[in-house]
């Protein structure tokens, strides 16, 4: 190998130049420079507006899942909101509706307590208001209980009305309650009239059919058609002649049978909460006359009245 090709220059490992000190000091003299010049000339403004508009869409993806986080957020706390409002407003409604439905009540007992007070006028003997309280626990029984009982004044055999007819009786009397069995009760019975021919009945308890009345030992040949109102007949010394119990619905006349089957549906199926309590007619201070007897006496007083009011005929002697 030649001389001349050899690197005499310095290897770098021995090459000498500035400090680290001094490269430091130079660099913060530096960056002073261009900071006070970019402050005086806004050198770096396009610089920083190209780079801003190159990260604009990085920066709205990287703010897209706080943004939709919070709307997340925000929608399921907007819809407890909403449901807690709806929850108020339904038991609003409810309310509302629950009122409503008491004032629809309190209007038709109104109504029903107006009817028995005009009921009240037009019946002669004394009479209590009472409330039904609930039916009675056997099935096989149709009775109700009243609120009042011995100390209002109940006597047992009274008869129970409202303002379409008649209810039942009371059977049963207690201290503070009464028990009254319905019309339609196996073992009630209850004389009855044709309000349109005047036969008289009896009524019984429905037997055969729930909730209606049987006429039974009626000849086959009596007058009697559907529709027919039947109305006390007060033979019994219970109930008040003239009061409704029900309507014929059916009659059935048998060839093999002098007797015909004939059912009854009560005028006070639907009894209400209010209903009124009659004493017993015996019972009245001052007791009705039957019809007969009124009759009879009129017929008596006329008689009586007409001699004395016949004109004297001339040569008799009175």
Do not use: C
């Amino acid at each position: 190998m030649a001389l001349d090709t050899i690197d005499r220059s310095v290897p770098p490992i021995f090459r000498q130049g500035l400090s680290a000190t001094s490269k430091l000091v130079m660099l913060g003299l530096l960056s002073i420079l261009l900071m006070a010049a970019d402050h005086r000339f806004k050198i770096s403004q396009p610089i920083r507006s190209g780079i801003s508009l190159v990260l604009a869409p990085l920066e709205w993806l990287s703010l897209q899942p706080g943004r939709t986080l919070h709307a997340v957020t925000q929608y399921f706390g907007d819809l407890n909101e909403a449901q807690d409002a709806a929850q108020v407003f339904q038991s609003r409604t409810i309310a509302q509706a629950q009122r409503l439905q008491q004032v629809e009540q309190l209007t038709q007992e109104n109504a029903q307590l107006r009817q028995l007070l005009d009921l009240r006028t037009e019946v002669a003997g004394p009479s209590k208001a009472v409330q039904v309280l609930y039916d009675t626990a056997d099935p096989y029984t149709d009775r109700v209980v009243v609120d009042r009982g011995q100390l209002a004044g109940i006597l047992a055999g009274s008869a129970v009305i409202n303002a379409a007819g008649v209810v039942g009786q009371v059977t049963r009397v207690y201290p503070l309650v009464s028990e009254v069995t319905l019309l339609t009760d196996r073992e009630q019975t209850i004389p009855v009239m044709n309000a349109r021919t005047g036969s008289r009945h009896v009524a019984y308890g429905g037997s055969t059919v729930a909730g209606s009345l049987d006429l039974k030992f009626v000849p086959a040949g009596t007058d009697m058609q559907q529709g027919d109102l039947l109305t006390t007949s007060g033979i019994d010394g219970v109930y008040p002649p003239g009061l409704h119990v029900g309507r014929i619905s059916g009659i059935d006349r048998r060839v093999d049978s002098s007797f015909a089957r004939v059912q009854a549906t009560p005028v006070s199926v639907h009894r209400g909460r209010h209903l009124l309590v009659l004493m017993p007619v015996k019972d009245w201070p001052n007791k009705p006359e039957p019809l007969a007897e009124t009759q009879r006496a009129s017929g008596t007083k006329g008689k009586a009245k007409s001699p004395a009011s016949a004109p004297s005929t001339p040569g008799t002697t009175p």
